[in-house]
């Protein structure tokens, strides 16, 4: 198991947790999988996509972009809402959350002089 198995997963999670609480929507488990379930099959779908990439940032890229695209589709195909100001928010933390952890992963791989695979 690699680290991305959990750690996406848990960001899109924490997203649609966030999300809810700022909204005061409730955070029963069934609302926040209610909220989260778009965004995680764009996370499927990107990870699917993104099964030979090599590249840490690449990959990272990829799996947010299409985490965001694929849920704002499905939202919008549910009615759910897709404002400006939330496909921004939600850009903000999944594409940039799921570059950020794989770089911050690499720079203390390298900083302690290990090799480990993202």
Known sequence: MRPRDLVDPVLV????????????????????????????AGLVLGRVLTLRTRRWWLEGLAVGL????????????SGAGTAPA??????????????????AVVLATRLSGARRKV
């Open 86 to 103: 939330f496909v921004v928010v939600a850009g903000v933390v999944l594409v940039g959350g799921m570059v950020g952890w794989r770089g």
């Open 66 to 77: 299409t985490t965001l695209v694929v849920g704002m589709l499905l939202r919008q195909l």
């Open 13 to 40: 999670l924490a997203f649609a947790t966030a999300g809810r609480s700022d909204h005061q929507l409730g955070l029963s488990v069934s609302g926040v999988l209610g909220t989260a379930w778009p965004f995680l």
